[in-house]
């Protein structure tokens, strides 16, 4: 099972600003999809953009009704989701995986995985074997 949090950004047909928004949120993605940090920023990303913070929240909450913090989360445990799956049976742990997506608190980590998919993760890591 797999929560999709991204979006099919469309041309609403309302005019250049909307244009715009839709040019820095195929932007965001872009940045989000290419970059090898598992960290990401806001305020780093919204700097590369060339918007301010608030401007990179107020345009994914308008076509996703997410800020860009829980955009960045959902896509995270999607692919922690993703890497549990897949594991192998060779002594991977859920705490490996979900260090190497950049979680550093796990119990936080573990409410919203459950939160998202609707079960620990270590039951998703045992269904991989």
């Not at 090898?36 to 920023?41: E, F, K, M, N, V």
Request: hydrophobic fraction near 35%.
């Amino acid at each position: 099972m797999s929560v999709a949090c991204c979006a099919q950004w469309q041309d609403l047909g309302h005019g250049t600003s909307h244009n715009r928004q839709l040019t820095i949120l195929h932007r965001f993605e872009q940045l989000v999809h290419t970059t090898s940090t598992p960290c990401l920023r806001i305020g780093d990303m919204a700097h590369e953009l060339g918007v301010s913070p608030r401007t990179l929240e107020h345009y994914l909450k308008d076509y996703l009704g997410l800020s860009p913090k829980q955009y960045l989360n959902c896509l995270r445990l999607n692919a922690i989701h993703r890497d549990l799956m897949q594991a192998k049976r060779d002594g991977t742990t859920v705490e490996a995986i979900a260090r190497a997506h950049g979680v550093t608190h796990l119990g936080r980590f573990s409410a919203s995985y459950r939160q998202q998919f609707g079960c620990n993760p270590s039951k998703t890591l045992s269904h991989a074997f």
